[in-house]
């Protein structure tokens, strides 16, 4: 493996756990974040090869959990309109973009 191809690999390995584990806490895909992280990293690392399978097996329980009744997929569905249409929106018009914390 070239070492440019294996820099690329480590930064993409990590820049998706980084975002996965923010995504625990923030609304995303956290669990497919960092089972995808993981998944890379584990071409370079041992450590990650050993870590996959459980993430995989809880990222996959979460996934299936949301789709269980009609009402959490129609939630999901609603939001990601929501988040989609407010985007369009703020873009359109940034005049309109709330001012939270020192992002205003």
């Known amino acids: 493996m070239s070492a ?3 820099v690329g ?3 993409l390995g990590w820049v998706l ?3 996965g584990v923010a995504a625990l806490a923030l609304p995303g ?3 497919l974040l960092l089972f ?3 998944a890379v990293l584990s071409t370079e690392y041992p450590w990650a090869r050993k870590r996959v ?3 995989k ?3 996959i329980t979460a996934a299936r959990e949301g789709v269980q009744t009609r009402t959490r997929i129609a939630a999901s569905f609603l939001s990601a309109v929501s988040v989609v249409g407010a985007g369009v929106l703020w873009g359109l018009n940034p005049a309109i973009v709330p001012e939270i914390g020192p992002f205003g």
């Open 9 to 11: 690999v480590l930064l």
């Open 17 to 19: 756990v980084v975002v």
């Open 53 to 55: 399978d459980p993430v």
């Open 57 to 59: 097996e809880r990222a």
């Open 4 to 6: 440019v191809r294996k």
């Open 36 to 38: 995808a992280g993981l």
């Open 29 to 31: 895909p956290g669990l």
